[in-house]
């Protein structure tokens, strides 16, 4: 078998020797191949940039340590000197009365007042006795009248006072004291009305309402026996703000008038009605009380 295909692998060449030959022998030529594409020459490699070192630094040289100070040496206590303490000789005993002999009153020193001597007063009760007056003191205390927020002042952007409450605080304290002085009235029009401090002025001075006009120190003397009694100024400036407070039992003062509670400006549970009105303005307020109640 492998002498078949040997020889058949013969034959196969020599034909196509023959055939070569009788090409070339009628003058043709076997056809030429393509030239091949040059190959691309390569790049040249850059070569890697070295950064150059930097010079060689010498070692930083080491700091001197800093030479620390020595304490300094704490001064010496000078001693203590004792001072000797005078000697206070007790004073004189006063010989005693003999027994069942008068007894004598110490004599002032010439030029001296003598002393006023105080008046005892019983817890919750002034010195007129009346115990009204302590329910009068609880009433306007229980209002709180320093440090509540619907009595205090309303100031505009300027820090300037724009309202006051005066008028609403004797309209409450009246109000539990049983003689209530109205914060609004319906006029004849039938519109409501507000009453400010002067509208109240007003009112007051109407006797058909029950109050009644007095002075200053009787209204002291009213307010300490526990009556309702109110305080008010009337502005002559139609367009301006009046004031009105509540009496307090107190101590009168004719230098300052009677004792107030009142929701102004700077609202006070007690004050007087120098601070509280203003000095300048005493003689022009007017006092009011119920005698009803």
Known sequence: MYTCLRTSIVLVLLGLGSAVRGAGQRGGRPPALPPRPAAPSPRPLAAPSIPARKPFAPAPQARPAPQVKPAPQPRPVPPLRHTPVPQVKPPAAQPKPPLGGPQLRPVPAPGSKPPVPTPQVRPGLLPSGHPRAAQLNQTLDSLRVGDSRQYQPVRGRDGRIVQTFCNRFVHDATKKLGAPIPLSV???????????????HGWLSNSSNGWRGVSAAEAQRLANEGRPVVAAWQNPNPKGHGHIAMVRPGAYSTHDGPRITHAGAAPA??????RGFGRSRMGAVRYFYHPGR
């Open 269 to 274: 549970n007690d004050t007087t009605v120098a």
């Open 186 to 200: 319906r006029e004849p029009s039938g519109q409501v009305k507000w009453l400010k401090a002067n509208d109240m």
